[in-house]
């Protein structure tokens, strides 16, 4: 069977290959046995060089989510030996032990994982799926060396499928490695029976990996390639030389997680792919490269608190949106109805008239909390941040008599920052490089301000005038009643002016009226 370039197979074994290479041998040696899946029990062997007096080893409170979830409630039976034996491990707390050795010392436990979803780790007959920060102590002053990770015990005709390079000295495929542990971290890995086939899109390969049913080969391939044609172009080309996407199909909605060469994705149907899909693919530019100052450097241990997830997560929303409708995936009532469908999940929510954006992105840690989630009590930063995003676009379009757009302010942001290793303070960096484009464009002073914006719709909580926004993009926000609750859809204007038509295009088409 001939493979694609990045697949190894080796006894029955897939591993599914980044483009990049790394040493023979990592520092940190990991195993995972998968023996036990009726328990979902994973076997974690730590085997660690180079070990001098009090060794600290760790593992994370979050990761994934935006929550604490301390992932040593699931380790079980933790031991260490060097090579004269077994040693004393001192639990010192929550989440850190403390292992008295010299030269190599090994560290062994169980840690029990069963939930499914992008968002955490399970092991079971059908498959395991391991987000690694959940599964694998650390070291928290060596989290910067190589790592490699061996799978043992893998059930016959299963294949691993990651985002990441095999170790060039197992020849049996089931190794692979990283050049630290942040790298592994944020390469997930699906092991099991699936299906996979790969193309060319945006400048890269699409890899693609599918569990499940329900789907089609040519409608996935279609949706993507447009996704990733578009998505690349409007931000300059591809950050990466190859990107996988894991699907799970037809198991429940899970959402989707994104990582800066691949997404996983639990979706109940194949019809949610397009959306998740284009959410999750922008993420590689807006918040995997692009980052705010208040989330670096990763802590794994503690809260990172950070008013920009509006932006992170919101205005990613925004162009999931924009990315459908401006390939075709959507029709302009669609978009509509999906920017009215978001505007009505906002005014739902006593909450929106006190909680800013700001307000909403710091307490995402407060998610797992039920009653936080009442609409009494949170607004949220990706229904909010979509609404804004779009009144933005708006606001720069009009001011600039549409010459410069929100594409414009994530272009700029991802040259003067991504690109040049730096990272944004929230959105004090994002209403600079705004009203930075409206003077460049010769827009007066006078409408260059967005302060006021920001001030009152984005650090504050006044109401967003979304009909009068809307209304210089040539739309209507119109108010249906629906059983007491109100529900929202945006229509075209009749004979919108030039300048209107202008914008509305450029919401739907992704145009300025720049040469």
Same mark, same amino acid.
């Given at each position: 069977m001939n493979l694609p370039r990045c697949f190894l197979r080796v006894a029955a074994v897939i591993a599914v290959l980044a483009g990049f290479s790394l040493p023979a041998h990592a520092t940190i040696n990991y195993t995972i046995s998968l023996a036990r899946p009726d328990q979902h029990r994973f076997h974690v062997r730590m085997a660690i060089p180079g070990a001098t007096g009090n060794l600290e080893v760790q593992m994370a409170a979050w990761d994934a989510l935006y929550q604490i979830r301390d992932f040593a409630a699931r380790v079980i039976g933790l031991h260490a030996e060097d090579a004269a034996g077994p040693v004393v491990v001192e639990k010192v707390d929550k989440e850190t032990w403390k292992i008295k050795a010299a030269g190599t010392v090994t560290v062994e436990y169980d840690t029990e994982w069963n939930d499914p979803g992008p968002f955490a780790s399970q092991l079971d007959r059908e498959h395991a799926f391991i987000n690694f920060a959940m599964v694998l102590l650390y070291?928290?002053? @060596?989290? *910067?060396?190589?790592? *490699?990770?061996?799978?043992? =015990? %893998? !059930?016959?005709?299963? *294949? &691993?499928?990651?985002?990441?390079?095999?170790? #060039?000295a197992d020849a049996s495929g089931q190794t692979i490695a990283a050049s630290s542990f942040d790298a592994l971290a944020d390469a997930p890995a699906e092991l099991g029976i699936f299906d996979d086939f790969s193309f060319n899109a945006g400048g890269r390969t699409l890899r693609v990996v599918v569990r499940g049913k329900g789907w089609n080969r040519a409608d996935i391939t279609d949706a993507l390639t447009r996704i990733a044609n578009y998505e690349t172009s409007l931000m300059g080309g591809p950050p990466d030389k190859e990107y996988m996407f894991l699907f799970d199909i037809g198991f429940g909605w899970g959402g989707g997680m994104e990582h800066s060469d691949c997404a996983a994705i639990s979706i109940a149907t194949a019809a949610q792919l397009p959306d998740t899909s284009a959410h999750e693919f922008f993420h590689q530019w807006n918040v995997k490269r692009l980052r705010p100052r208040s989330l670096e450097p990763v802590d794994r241990t503690r809260e990172m608190w950070t008013r920009a997830l509006w932006f992170a997560e919101g205005v990613t929303n925004t162009y999931a949106?924009?990315?459908?409708?401006?390939?075709?995936?959507?029709? !302009?009532?669609?978009?509509?109805?999906?920017?009215?469908?978001?505007?009505?999940?906002?005014?739902?929510?006593?909450?929106?008239?006190?909680?800013? /954006?700001?307000? /909403?992105?710091?307490?995402?840690?407060?998610?797992?909390?039920?009653?936080?989630?009442?609409?009494?009590?949170?607004? #949220?930063?990706?229904?909010?941040?979509?609404? &804004?995003?779009?009144?933005?676009? &708006?606001?720069?379009?009009? +001011?600039?008599?549409? *010459? %410069?757009?929100? =594409? =414009?302010?994530?272009?700029?942001?991802?040259?003067?920052? /991504?690109?040049?290793?730096?990272?944004?303070?929230? #959105? +004090?960096? &994002? @209403? +600079?490089? /705004?009203?930075?484009l409206l003077r460049r464009a010769g827009v007066p002073a006078a409408s260059t301000d967005l302060g006021s914006f920001f001030a009152q719709y984005v650090s504050g909580a006044k109401e967003i005038p979304f009909a009068d926004i809307l209304s210089e993009a040539g739309l209507e926000l119109q108010t249906i009643e629906g059983g007491g609750i109100p529900v929202y859809r945006i229509v075209e204007t009749s004979h919108p002016t030039d300048l209107q038509l202008g914008i509305r295009n450029g919401l739907l088409l992704g145009r300025t009226s720049q040469p």
């Open positions: 070291l928290p002053e @060596r989290h *910067r060396e190589d790592v *490699r990770v061996r799978f043992l =015990d %893998v !059930p016959e005709g299963w *294949r &691993i499928a990651v985002e990441l390079q095999p170790d #060039s949106h924009y990315t459908l409708v401006r390939t075709g995936l959507f029709s !302009p009532r669609q978009f509509y109805d999906a920017l009215a469908e978001e505007y009505g999940e906002v005014e739902a929510r006593p909450a929106h008239l006190w909680m800013s /954006a700001e307000e /909403a992105s710091l307490n995402a840690w407060f998610e797992k909390y039920p009653l936080y989630n009442e609409p009494d009590f949170s607004v #949220s930063y990706y229904n909010k941040g979509d609404v &804004i995003g779009v009144a933005l676009d &708006i606001v720069l379009r009009e +001011a600039s008599n549409n *010459r %410069v757009s929100l =594409d =414009d302010v994530m272009r700029q942001m991802y040259d003067d920052f /991504a690109k040049k290793g730096r990272f944004y303070n929230d #959105s +004090a960096d &994002i @209403r +600079a490089t /705004a009203e930075a």
